[in-house]
């Protein structure tokens, strides 16, 4: 019979959906499509017992607003954020392409030496960025252009071999701490460092000026140009470019940080310091070049904010009050474990599925495609103790300094003072770490508890973002979950693993229900005008690429 239903019975048939009766006269069969919309939703077991856990979960959707970050104040601008899509994809930048070492014998981006080849898209592209998805030829789902020339599989591959994984973009603005490690405590102080680190872009800040005259002068003068208030500030103008030296190497075009090497060049007429090209510039001009990478780093950071994946299928069943078919049973019976017996939602906490927190949960090294006896990351003990070196929201280039010195204090004990103030280290620490570049030193020992220590990974879109981990040797999702039902790896680690990381003792059929519910966290497909290459048209043929 074919019925349409006005009111549900209240018994709950364990593992099966409840049935229900009302006034014949609708075309639709409800015992036949129970999930057609013209019939009433009937909750099951695994509905119920997912609501017994309603306050956790409710606080994990939907996914807000992204947080505002005073220390960019181009953060939310349209322009700037017009600007970084095209710096996003732009591979001019790049400087050269290393020379083969250990497992690193090519790269499929160009040959060892050549420059304009890579960009950031080409590390952080495909799964890590999913684009609007297409169905393939063999009937799976395309989500863009894979990073698959990670060797093996599992690492970057830039301008040299990076040890990391390369992190997902989409929902990235929603960390507290940024990179794996710690080492930036917000976005727009990422982009620089690694468009200057040699096996990521190899690139340097007088070389990032010159491309970025030569191809985005107007659009850069348009958001940038007229604030001149600023260290650095002000438009881009081809003859005070033009007239600086030419850097011969890429370390020539950023700070050597030498003794005797600062604005101006050497200290003395009888300094026989190695000075980089950036060294020998005058401190304005010094400035002026760091101002373009500033802007640089703030322009992209506009553009990542707007990468936000929403509306996962799990956002729909829990706005639903647990009563949808928007995921099925065994995603319904994953949640539950999520909350409750795995207990996942004790790191793996808040909307974004991370609280953000470093933790050491014993994961092997790996260089190349083996385990490698001895070779350790220490993780946050390399990068927090980074923080406060080179450009960061503490220093003259953020846009506030003061909620930078905030940021920075829950790990760091600065100076007091404007920002930029020198002072000794303290004692056992050595000299303290930077104090350069208008930068306050860092002035904290890194504690022994931080080695092996990594940032939580956000979930959200998990399911598209293999491989896993910091250094990306896990390749699946039911890999991951293994992992963690052992309580990690014994040993191959650097440090001490966090004494939560204990075995699970799930069953197969649980460990699967996990795999299914973190398919459900994958949201609706990006904006297709924001994954297009709106980069320029290439320098190659021409000097800069050469």
């Not at 099951?44 to 005073?70: C, H, M, R, Y």
């Amino acid at each position: 019979m074919k019925f349409a239903r006005l009111a549900v019975l209240t018994t709950v048939v364990p593992g099966a959906l409840l049935l229900a009766y009302a006034c014949p006269g609708s075309s639709v069969d409800c015992d036949e499509n129970p999930t057609d919309p013209a019939c009433p939703y009937v909750q099951t077991e695994a509905d119920v017992k997912v609501a017994a856990f309603a306050g956790p979960i409710n606080q994990l959707s939907p996914l807000p607003d992204v947080p505002a970050d005073p220390t960019n104040k181009y953060a939310d601008n349209a322009d700037a954020a017009a600007l970084g899509q095209q710096l996003y994809w732009d591979r001019d930048f790049a400087g050269p392409i290393g020379a083969a070492a250990g497992d690193f014998t090519t790269s499929p981006l160009g040959a060892a030496g050549e420059k304009c080849k890579v960009a950031c898209s080409d590390c952080h592209s495909g799964l890590a960025l999913p684009n609007q998805p297409a169905m393939l030829s063999d009937g799976s789902v395309d989500h863009g252009a894979l990073d698959d020339r990670k060797t093996p599989n599992h690492i970057a591959i830039g301008t040299g071999k990076h040890p990391h994984n390369s992190p997902a973009v989409v929902n990235s603005s929603f960390y507290d701490w940024v990179n794996w490690n710690g080492r930036f405590k917000r976005q727009w102080e990422l982009p620089l460092p690694v468009y200057e680190n040699g096996v990521i872009m190899n690139g340097n800040r007088m070389r990032l000026t010159r491309i970025m005259a030569a191809k985005y002068k107007d659009e850069y003068n348009a958001v940038f140009g007229a604030d001149t208030t600023v260290a650095g500030g002000g438009p881009l103008d081809d003859a005070r470019i033009a007239a600086f030296p030419v850097e011969t190497t890429p370390g020539g075009g950023k700070p050597s940080n030498k003794p005797g090497c600062g604005g101006g060049g050497k200290t003395t007429a009888t300094d026989t310091t190695a000075c980089s090209a950036y060294d020998g510039l005058a401190a304005a001009d010094q400035d002026y070049v760091t101002r373009v990478g500033v802007n640089y780093s703030k322009a992209l950071h506009a553009y990542i904010r707007k990468l936000v994946a929403r509306n996962a299928p799990f956002d729909k069943y829990v706005a639903s009050g647990f009563k949808s078919y928007d995921i099925n049973e065994s995603a319904k019976r994953g949640l539950e474990l999520f909350v409750n017996k795995a207990a996942c939602v004790k790191c793996h906490s808040t909307p974004l599925f991370s609280d953000s927190t470093m933790r050491n949960t014993g994961v092997k090294h790996i260089v190349g495609d083996v385990p490698a006896p001895g070779a350790t990351d220490s993780g946050r003990f390399n990068g927090e103790n980074q923080l406060a070196v080179g450009v960061t929201v503490a220093s003259k280039w953020s846009d506030d300094a003061t909620t930078g010195k905030m940021l920075l204090a829950e790990v760091l004990t600065l100076p007091t003072g404007a920002p930029g103030a020198v002072v000794t280290g303290t004692a056992g620490c050595g000299a303290p770490s930077g104090g350069v570049n208008g930068n306050p030193a860092n002035l904290t020992c890194a504690p022994d508890v931080w080695k092996g220590q990594f940032r939580d990974k956000g979930l959200r879109e998990v399911a598209i973002t293999a491989p896993y981990m910091h250094s990306g040797e896990i390749k699946t999702l039911e890999e991951v979950v293994k992992f963690y039902n052992v309580g990690g790896d014994a040993d191959g680690f650097a440090g001490v693993k966090d004494s939560f990381m204990v075995p699970l003792n799930l069953t197969d059929a649980e460990q699967a229900d996990l795999v299914e519910f973190m398919k459900s966290l994958t949201g609706e497909p990006l904006d297709p005008a924001l994954l297009k290459d709106t980069s320029k048209a290439t320098l190659a043929g021409t000097a800069a690429c050469q």
